[in-house]
């Protein structure tokens, strides 16, 4: 069988995969995130503290997954594909304390990773691990110290948790230690560690704003339970709020329902429920015309808009979530994706959604004219900065729609597009590349992955007919060929081992018109040669749907999702199909 065959076949395999993870109602695709040791041990633990009798059987499942995932050397990565991680295996062993199973070897390897056991060595690793965002390390040392991990609570950082009952428009003035999306941690843990630490003149001050808080805390949780759809936060604000002495209150006991019913059948948890809007919108770009219910689908994404504004981050109705349930926050990346996906279905038709979704992403722009993720950004933590492949993804979908926008929002539109694109050409790196915010490669020595950003940014701008576009462009694509290992994949850097989704990213940017057309896209062939030949050898070896932890959750907080692989290669292998080599 010579290569175009080889193509063709697989080709149609991965049409037929991805066509059959689709649920047979008709529905958006769910996907399947990686089972995580940082979900398992902390909603052990939450059920722990909550009713260690009603949740037993939950308990004993989660702590049995724990020593079967277990590394030789005592240590947990945040997936089972991951390598150790100094954080996954401190929540494990604290969770493991709590049921009275504690490994020696796990004890041993912290005392390694911080120099030490003690709280002081503890302690001083978790926050020097975080720097100035707390979002992740008070939580942390909160659920040591309940667990007797670390005993020093005076030496936990204490939340703020009055503030959430100021109005919302002043949080990005009061540089919280927290990013946007926390302030159910902020309000459980910052009350568990006022009430578990030294008193003093303004402990009887601070107890008087429990009450309200615990109301803004009630009102931010969503129908289901779950906080963000994500069992360590869910996890951690009901264990707080149990130890703080509100066991019997509807959010511990809704959030101890959450977790009790997004368990899997090997008693493990993923770190969040589902993708589904956004493996959605990559499964429409991948299937493109194989999608035979085109109107009804689009119906099902436009549904999943936003119509209210949001309590977590105050934003405007208008953009989509990473998930169609209930506890989802909009955020840019998956509303450009939306956006994207709503052409494809609609054949450019517009609707209201796409005029909504458009504003959603103007009103979003961060001041530096660069998109973020969910909100304004509220002060420096990371997770409210700027991100390029959001930003060149917003930039797709401002392209696609913007000739049919109403006149007035045709022209915010594009000025917020050229205004995008200078921040794009601000931020390049002199090698030509860009970093992403929520994607990484646990190989790299930094964790970091500019050949996914630059293989995004160069795919979603090549079309683009703007003069910096193609300036940028033309940059990112040397970036790319320069980074080819010599078995024609891509890691996440130069000389990083190759990886099938990495690859087909890169692939993808390289074959996207007109950028084939320019020099480097010429001389592109070869290289995109060796690509599809490693794509390949993964498919024939049966190595093509290994998981491959490449996305990064809050706190960089590994996970790898079954459909990226699939979805991912399809697409790159069908615009490689158009260039007729």
Known sequence: MNVEMKIDEMIGVLRERLLAKRPADGSVWRGELSSSAISTSVSVFALCITDRDK???????????????????????????SPSNMTATLLSYASLCAVGAPPQKTKDFLAARFGGSTDRHIIRGILGCYGKDLTFSAPILVMCALAGVISRWDEIPQLPFEVSVLPQKLFRFLRLPVVSYAIPA???VGILRRRKGRQNLLSSVRELFVGKSLKVLERLQPSNGGFLEAAPLTAFVTMCMSAAGFRGHVTTQRGAGFLADSVRADGSWPIDTDLACWVTALSVRALENDIT???????KIKQNAFTFKHPFTGVMEGGWAWTDLPGA???????????VALHALLDGAYCPEVGKGIEWLLALRNMDGGMPTFCKGWGKLPFDRSSPDISAHAIRAFRLWQEVLPGELRKKCRAGMLRMLGWMKKTQAADGSWTPLWFGDQDAKDERSPVYATALAVEYLADSEEPVAREVVLKGAEYLLSAQNADGGWGGAKDVPSKVTLTARALSALASRPQAETAPGQRAAEPMRKAVDFLLRKYENGELYRPEPIGLYFSRLWYSEELYNVAFVLHALKKYKTLNF
């Not at 219910?293 to 119906?299: I, K």
Request: charged share 25%.
């Open 55 to 81: 949740y037993a059987s939950y308990i004993h499942r989660g702590t049995e997954w724990l020593h079967t995932t277990m590394l030789p050397d005592g240590s947990w990565g945040d997936s089972p594909e």
């Open 329 to 339: 926050v909009p955020d840019a990346d998956d509303t450009a994706g939306s956006l």
């Open 293 to 299: 219910d085109r109107p009804l689908l689009a119906e």
């Open 186 to 188: 902020l309000i459980a």
